[in-house]
């Protein structure tokens, strides 16, 4: 379903005019990653890789609808934005505010989504070094749903300081905390260093773990640019397929999508293979930032134990302290990172509401559960596996397998 999208008038006093493009083309490259962070899920080709290869667009339920801020002929602003006919490949879950929106005889869908599709990680969304203009887009967005009668809009994990800023702006926008795992770099010279920050029974867990995965009878390989092979794109694909129909019921991303990323993005790429008798059997794909390195897709046609650990973490620790990144971002939930060093972090979401009534409950909703969040971020924190109070002969009881 379209919306009937009204771009903003000019402002007179600051010449501002914002519209609305239908497709990422419509803007050029260097114009929009002038205005990025670095962060390569917001680079125009990413996005123009997903558009291109049909991945969003058409009967996808994700129709592009970026905004574009300038001053004249000058680029000031951008956001990228889509009209949703669905909540699918968002990971901010607002389904129940849909089932309850429209148990009251509303009308949820369609919805304005400022937001990566099928990515969950975090970046600057209202992409401008000037606050004025970023809180220019915020109200582009809020009155775009207004006068197209959408019953909300959505932007989904931006950043704190967006966060913050939209909590002190005008217009009602809401905002909302959940949390992730990242692993973070404290300096370490190399994966032995950090084990040494653990827990003895930690730290033994995690060495039995690798050396079982490692042991699966073949090689593992980590390969970006010009090392990455158009049959290593087949094996990946084949992977993904697998995963993402037993997660997702149906995968997001086209065949297409993967060449595109081979012929644009190779070299912000890192592959994760596991190798046995020539054949790839597991693989792990993540995007190279330059303040961190984000693991996005899994899968393997062979079932190894903790192999699926070694490729997506282990591996990804290993690269980020040879390289001195920062951290690492595995995705989205999976408590199960907490043991293999990734510890809780917050991360953020911002929501405007058409309907006044809907907004105040949806506000009481996101009160009781930032709380939530919160006490459950600082139980997790507790729980990791880092050594507290200067332990370092470790914390008893049996060596986990």
Same mark, same amino acid.
């Given at each position: 379903?379209?919306?009937? +999208?009204?771009?903003?008038?000019?402002?007179?006093?600051?010449?501002?005019?914002?519209?609305?493009?239908?497709?990422? *083309?419509?803007?050029?490259?260097?114009?929009?990653?002038?205005?990025?962070?670095?962060?390569?899920?917001?680079?125009?080709?990413?996005?123009?890789?997903?558009?291109?290869?049909?991945?969003?667009?058409?009967?996808?339920?994700?129709?592009?609808?970026?905004?574009?801020?300038?001053?004249?002929?000058?680029?000031?602003?951008?956001?990228?934005?889509?009209?949703?006919?669905?909540?699918?490949?968002?990971?901010?879950?607002?389904?129940?505010?849909?089932?309850?929106?429209?148990?009251?005889?509303?009308?949820?869908?369609?919805?304005?989504?400022?937001?990566?599709?099928?990515?969950?990680?975090?970046?600057?969304?209202?992409?401008?070094?000037?606050?004025?203009?970023?809180? !220019?887009?915020?109200?582009?967005?809020? %009155?775009?749903?207004?006068?197209?009668?959408?019953?909300?809009?959505?932007?989904?994990?931006?950043? !704190?300081?967006?966060?913050?800023? !939209?909590?002190?702006?005008?217009?009602?926008?809401?905002?909302?905390?959940?949390?992730?795992?990242?692993?973070?770099?404290?300096?370490?010279?190399?994966?032995?260093?950090?084990?040494?920050?653990?827990?003895?029974?930690?730290?033994?867990?995690?060495?039995?773990?690798?050396?079982?995965?490692?042991?699966?009878?073949?090689?593992? %390989?980590?390969?970006?640019?010009?090392?990455?092979?158009?049959?290593?794109?087949?094996? +990946?694909?084949?992977?993904?397929?697998?995963?993402?129909?037993?997660?997702?019921?149906?995968?997001?991303?086209? $065949?297409?999508?993967?060449?595109?990323?081979?012929?644009?993005?190779?070299?912000?790429?890192?592959?994760?293979?596991?190798?046995?008798?020539?054949?790839?059997?597991?693989?792990?794909?993540?995007?190279?930032?330059?303040?961190?390195?984000?693991? %996005?897709?899994?899968?393997?046609?062979?079932?190894?134990?903790? +192999?699926?650990?070694?490729?997506?973490?282990?591996?990804?620790?290993?690269?980020?302290?040879?390289?001195?990144?920062?951290?690492?971002?595995?995705?989205?939930?999976?408590?199960?990172?907490?043991? $293999?060093?990734?510890?809780?972090?917050?991360?953020?979401?911002?929501?405007?509401?058409?309907?006044?009534?809907?907004?105040?409950?949806?506000?009481?909703?996101?009160? *009781?559960?930032?709380?939530?969040?919160?006490?459950?971020?600082?139980?997790?924190?507790?729980?990791?596996?880092?050594?507290?109070?200067?332990?370092?002969?470790?914390?008893?009881?049996?060596?986990?397998?």
């Amino acid at each position: 379903m379209q919306a009937d +999208l009204n771009p903003a008038a000019p402002n007179p006093a600051t010449e501002l005019a914002i519209s609305v493009l239908p497709a990422i *083309s419509a803007v050029p490259a260097a114009e929009w990653d002038r205005l990025g962070d670095g962060n390569p899920f917001t680079a125009h080709r990413f996005l123009a890789a997903l558009e291109d290869s049909g991945s969003v667009g058409g009967r996808t339920g994700w129709t592009p609808a970026h905004l574009a801020a300038r001053i004249g002929d000058q680029l000031v602003g951008a956001a990228p934005m889509y009209i949703k006919s669905h909540s699918q490949g968002e990971y901010i879950f607002d389904h129940g505010w849909a089932d309850a929106w429209e148990r009251a005889g509303g009308q949820y869908y369609p919805k304005l989504q400022c937001a990566v599709p099928f990515t969950p990680v975090t970046g600057a969304r209202l992409l401008s070094p000037d606050p004025q203009v970023r809180r !220019a887009l915020l109200a582009a967005m809020a %009155r775009i749903a207004a006068q197209s009668d959408l019953s909300s809009a959505h932007v989904t994990f931006c950043t !704190a300081a967006e966060a913050a800023e !939209a909590a002190d702006a005008p217009g009602g926008w809401l905002t909302r905390s959940t949390q992730q795992f990242h692993w973070l770099n404290d300096g370490y010279a190399d994966y032995d260093d950090f084990l040494s920050r653990l827990s003895s029974r930690k730290r033994k867990a995690l060495r039995k773990e690798r050396a079982r995965a490692q042991g699966f009878g073949g090689t593992i %390989r980590q390969l970006t640019g010009d090392q990455i092979q158009p049959d290593h794109w087949d094996a +990946l694909w084949q992977f993904y397929q697998d995963t993402g129909s037993r997660k997702w019921g149906r995968p997001y991303l086209t $065949r297409d999508f993967f060449q595109r990323l081979h012929e644009t993005m190779r070299d912000d790429c890192l592959l994760v293979m596991a190798e046995r008798d020539g054949q790839a059997v597991a693989g792990a794909l993540n995007l190279i930032g330059p303040e961190a390195l984000y693991g %996005r897709y899994w899968g393997a046609i062979e079932d190894h134990r903790f +192999l699926h650990f070694e490729l997506c973490y282990h591996q990804a620790i290993d690269w980020a302290i040879a390289r001195g990144i920062p951290r690492v971002e595995a995705g989205a939930q999976g408590e199960h990172k907490l043991a $293999r060093g990734y510890l809780p972090v917050q991360t953020h979401s911002l929501h405007w509401l058409a309907d006044a009534g809907f907004r105040r409950a949806v506000a009481q909703f996101l009160d *009781s559960e930032r709380a939530a969040v919160d006490e459950e971020m600082d139980i997790l924190t507790h729980l990791g596996p880092f050594r507290r109070g200067g332990d370092a002969a470790g914390d008893g009881g049996p060596e986990q397998d």
